[in-house]
C-alpha cells in the first residue's frame, strides 16, 4: 500500500492505516479521515458495489494516533460531504 500523504517523495508504507490529506488554501492539510486496509478492518466499503481494498474513518478527534484513536466508520456520503470541504 502506497502512502496517500500527497507528498511525491514519501515511501511510509503506513502499515495499513493511513492519513487523507487534501489541499485547502494552498496548503495540504489532514483531513481526520484514515483509510484502513482491509486485512485489517472489513466493512461494507470492501464489498459490492465498492469493492474498495480499504475502509474510511473519521477520527474522532484529529490529534489522535491513526492506529490506536476512536474512529467511526463513514458513510458514503459523509465521506464526499467531508471531501467539499477541500479546494
Do not use: H
Not at 7 to 33: D, H, L, W
Not at 37 to 59: A, G, H, Q, R, V
Request: proline letters at 5%; one cysteine or more.
Amino acid at each position: 500500500m502506497k502512502c496517500d500523504c500527497g507528498n511525491p517523495n514519501c515511501s511510509e508504507e503506513g502499515n495499513g492505516f493511513m492519513a487523507v490529506y487534501r489541499e485547502k488554501n494552498g496548503e495540504q492539510v489532514f483531513t481526520g479521515i484514515v483509510r484502513i486496509d482491509k486485512t485489517i478492518f472489513n466493512s461494507f466499503w470492501n464489498e459490492p458495489p465498492y469493492n474498495y481494498d480499504f475502509s474510511y474513518c473519521m477520527l474522532k478527534d484529529k490529534k489522535a494516533d491513526l492506529v490506536t484513536g476512536e474512529k467511526t466508520i463513514m458513510c458514503p456520503n459523509y465521506f464526499l460531504k467531508e471531501m467539499k470541504k477541500y479546494d
